[in-house]
Every structure is written in structure tokens, then in C-alpha cells.
């Protein structure tokens, strides 16, 4: 009778048990779950989280320590319950495992990932070098979190990039290196952001962090004096500490080893970006253009190391190259405001991108090694959203969250029902939306879009 109080008060552990399956039964579960401040859940070998936006309390060592070489069923559901058998799979089954982590924007993705790292990284052994590594892969996350994260309608810390992080794990199950591959960033954000969302965090706390030194040598001045940040209006997040962020930043530049002089490379870069949006252009000619003010080339120039006149040559000009029979004739062609500004945005993503990348390479070289006998994969996708202005790059996001959610049609309906069929058990069918039609509409060979 107590069990049957709980389930009827807490929900169930796993909603496989559950009497009937109708969305409105298992949004009803999850909903009493979340009330008790329950936020897992299984299905099966699926792991759902809701996210409760507030710190919870069950995330301490005490946790490790009980979820640490257990079975799934003898604690309630948590990514650690999940975390821990996936190492022990991989070391009964002596083959490299992978999770993904999918779900819209806001549901708490990217944090879950840190908690699947850190346990991984708590639960294993190792002398200084396997410390080493464990530093490398906690550290990588604030850093890129700076530079790929950023605050959007529905989120105040979302990611706008995709990553895979491989956890690379020697025969004796000690984290011996690791990999990190990006994809589909959102250099968008760079030029222009929704109204109440904001840049990439790294600008704002390199305003609001850096040195009087740092803020001295890049010229920088408050964030609603920039192009690039004052278009949204918005220029904090309740909740975080971009001069506490700042230091994680640095700190974990120092702890993945990038060199002070190169770290302040980077900065430059970024200050550069800022002075960059707000060169404007104005015609000069028939079809030419001009800085509005040529002294807003002045920063720009001096920090990305290179002449105001280049500068001012490579936004309002564009070489062109046309072959003609076997000879290479170049042709300067003058640009237009309107096309010198997209130049000028064009450049700014270019060079964010850039660092971006360097970023991920940096990381990859403090650990990575060359052969691994096993390892553990975590995807982490940034999530499906609808702007009222959607871009290319969102997308393509979304096209990518499509295919995730026919992965998880596959894992958990299509393949479990047919199942039935096969092994002849009487049951009801479940009625679900197979998105194959999405996808197909996206990629099938005729039509379609892409």
C-alpha cells in the first residue's frame, strides 16, 4: 500500500510500469516528479530530465558514492545511475559507448554533459598525469562556454554550438586523453542578437572582467557602446557574474596551457570584433563607399595587427579572378555601403569562428592522444528553437534535432513494439508521430530542400 501511495504521489521511477501510455499520462507523471523535485525519469534505458531552473541538492559526493558501481534499479533515477553503467558496459563489454543528449533549448543539455563528465572524472583513479586530464576535461567547459554560449530568449546560458566530446580510457579504466569535435556554431550571433538576448558571453566579461590594463591596451568602453552588443538591449543575466566568469575563463586557458601572450592574442581579437561593428560606410562615388568616420578604423586595425588603410581597402573593396583563355586577370571591384557592411559582419564572423576553432585545437593538443582502448562519446547539441527570424544555421540545428528524435523513435517505440509483434504478445499499439516525412522533406533525393 505504501509503494502504491508513492507512485500515486511521486510518479514512477520508470514509465515503462506505467498502466496506460497517453502523452497526458506521461506528461501527468513527469509533472509530479518535478513537483517533488524529482527531475529524472526513465524510459527503459532512456534518462529524462526536466529541467528545474534552481540548483538541486543531489549532486554531492554522497551521490557518487551511492550511484558508483551500482545497478540502475537500486536508487532513484539520475544522470549519474546512467553515467555509471555506461562505464561499466564499456569495461564488461570492452567496447567504446556514447550518449546522446538531446532536447529543446532551455532543458538543461549542456549542464547535464558537465555532470556526465565530472562523474566520470571523480569515480577514476590516476596519478598526475591521469589528473591531468581529468583538469583538461573539466576545465574545457567554462572556456567554451564563454566563447560558445550565450543568453537567448528562453535560455540565459545556451549553447550555440554543437560539440562530441570523446573521453578516452586506458585498459585499466583511467582517463588517459580525450577529443572534442565542434560543429554549426552560430556566428550569426556575432553581428546581430534578438531583442533581451545577448552576444557571446566573452564579450560581456571582458568588459566587465578584464584588467584596467587589458580594458586600456583594447580601448573598450561600456557594452551599450557597441554595435554588436546594443542591438538586443540587453546587456547582463540575472544570475551570473561576468567578472567572477572572466576569472574561470583565464583560468582554464591557463590550466589547457595557452600561453599568457597568445591568451591575450585572443582578447585582442575579441576587443577588435566590438570597435570592428561599429565602422559605418557611406557612398562615396557612383558605387563605391567609404568609412563614415575613418577613425573608427583606428582599433580595429591596431588590434588585429594590421594598417588602417588595409583595413579600410579590404571592407569597401573585393578582388575578383577571371580566367580567360589560360591567362588570370584581377579586377578590384568597389563595394557599396550596403555590401561593404556585409563585408565588415562577414569578417567579424570569419575571425570569431577562427578563435573558436583555436580554441577547440588548443584543448584537443593539452590530451589528446593518438590511440585509445576505450572510450565514452557525449553528444551535446544545442537545441531546437523557432525565431521569428530563423537563419540557415538554425536551421540546420534543427534539421539535426529532427534526426535525433528519429534515433530515439527507433531506440525506444518502433524497435520495442515490433518486438511484440515478433514474440506474438498481445498488446495495444502505440500511435506516434514518425517524423521520417520531416527528414525526408530535408534530404530524400526528390524532392527536397537541401
Given at each position: 500500500m505504501s509503494a502504491y501511495k508513492t507512485a500515486k504521489s511521486q510518479g514512477v521511477?520508470?514509465?515503462?510500469?506505467?498502466?496506460?501510455?497517453?502523452?497526458?499520462?506521461i506528461v501527468e507523471n513527469l509533472k509530479k516528479r518535478y513537483m517533488e523535485n524529482l527531475i529524472f525519469t526513465y524510459i527503459g534505458p532512456v534518462l529524462i530530465s526536466v529541467n528545474p531552473f534552481k540548483q538541486m541538492s543531489y549532486f554531492t559526493e554522497k551521490e557518487i558514492d551511492m550511484y558508483q558501481g551500482s545497478a540502475s534499479y537500486e536508487n532513484p533515477p539520475h544522470v549519474y545511475a546512467l553515467t555509471d553503467n555506461m562505464f561499466r558496459n564499456m569495461m564488461i563489454d570492452k567496447e567504446g559507448q556514447c550518449v546522446i543528449i538531446s532536447g529543446e533549448s532551455g532543458a538543461g543539455k549542456t549542464v547535464a554533459a558537465k555532470y556526465i563528465m565530472s562523474y566520470l572524472a571523480s569515480i577514476c583513479g590516476g596519478g598526475d598525469d591521469i589528473q591531468r586530464v581529468k583538469d583538461v576535461?573539466?576545465?574545457?567547459?567554462?572556456?567554451?562556454?564563454a566563447f560558445g554560449n550565450a543568453k537567448t530568449v528562453r535560455n540565459n546560458n545556451s549553447s550555440r554550438f554543437g560539440k562530441y566530446i570523446e573521453i578516452q580510457f586506458s585498459a585499466a579504466a583511467l582517463p588517459d586523453g580525450g577529443k572534442i569535435r565542434n560543429f554549426l556554431l552560430e556566428k550569426s550571433r556575432v553581428v546581430t542578437q534578438n531583442p533581451t538576448e545577448r552576444n557571446f558571453h566573452?564579450?560581456?566579461?571582458?568588459?566587465?572582467?578584464?584588467?584596467?590594463?587589458?580594458?586600456a591596451e583594447c580601448g573598450l568602453a561600456s557594452p551599450d557602446y557597441y554595435w554588436?552588443?546594443?542591438?538586443?538591449?540587453?546587456?547582463?543575466?540575472?544570475?551570473?557574474?561576468?567578472?567572477?566568469?572572466?576569472?574561470d575563463t583565464r583560468r582554464a586557458m591557463d590550466t589547457i596551457g595557452i600561453d599568457l601572450n597568445v591568451q591575450f592574442d585572443i582578447l585582442r581579437i575579441v576587443a577588435g570584433i566590438l570597435h570592428l561593428g561599429n565602422v559605418t560606410f557611406v557612398e562615396e562615388g557612383a558605387q563605391g563607399s567609404q568609412?563614415?568616420?575613418?577613425?573608427?578604423?583606428?582599433?580595429?586595425?591596431?588590434?588585429?595587427?594590421?594598417?588602417?588603410?588595409?583595413?579600410?581597402t579590404a571592407l569597401t573593396n573585393r578582388v575578383m579572378e577571371s580566367k580567360w583563355g589560360g591567362k588570370i586577370e584581377i579586377t578590384n571591384v568597389t563595394l557599396n555601403p550596403e555590401q561593404a557592411t556585409s563585408t565588415r559582419d562577414a569578417l567579424a564572423k570569419s575571425l570569431y569562428s577562427r578563435v573558436f576553432d583555436y580554441l577547440v585545437m588548443a584543448i584537443n593538443k593539452a590530451f589528446v592522444k593518438e590511440k585509445s582502448d576505450f572510450c565514452i562519446g557525449v553528444l551535446d547539441i544545442y537545441g531546437?528553437?523557432?525565431?521569428?527570424?530563423?537563419?540557415?544555421?538554425?536551421?540546420?540545428?534543427?534539421?539535426?534535432?529532427?534526426?535525433?528524435?528519429?534515433i530515439f523513435i527507433e531506440l525506444t517505440l518502433k524497435a520495442e513494439q515490433e518486438e511484440y509483434v515478433e514474440e506474438g504478445i498481445k498488446w495495444k499499439a502505440i500511435e506516434y508521430f514518425n517524423n521520417k516525412t520531416v527528414c525526408d522533406l530535408i534530404e530524400a533525393k526528390v524532392p527536397r530542400i537541401l
Open positions: 521511477e520508470d514509465m515503462v510500469l506505467l498502466s496506460k501510455i497517453t502523452e497526458a499520462d576535461i573539466i576545465e574545457s567547459n567554462p572556456l567554451l562556454e566573452i564579450f560581456y566579461q571582458l568588459l566587465s572582467g578584464g584588467s584596467e590594463d587589458e580594458r554588436y552588443l546594443n542591438q538586443s538591449g540587453t546587456y547582463t543575466v540575472d544570475g551570473t557574474d561576468d567578472v567572477k566568469e572572466y576569472k568609412p563614415a568616420d575613418p577613425s573608427f578604423l583606428a582599433y580595429p586595425a591596431y588590434l588585429f595587427g594590421v594598417t588602417e588603410e588595409d583595413l579600410r531546437f528553437e523557432i525565431f521569428e527570424v530563423n537563419g540557415f544555421e538554425q536551421f540546420c540545428i534543427n534539421f539535426v534535432n529532427e534526426k535525433l528524435q528519429q
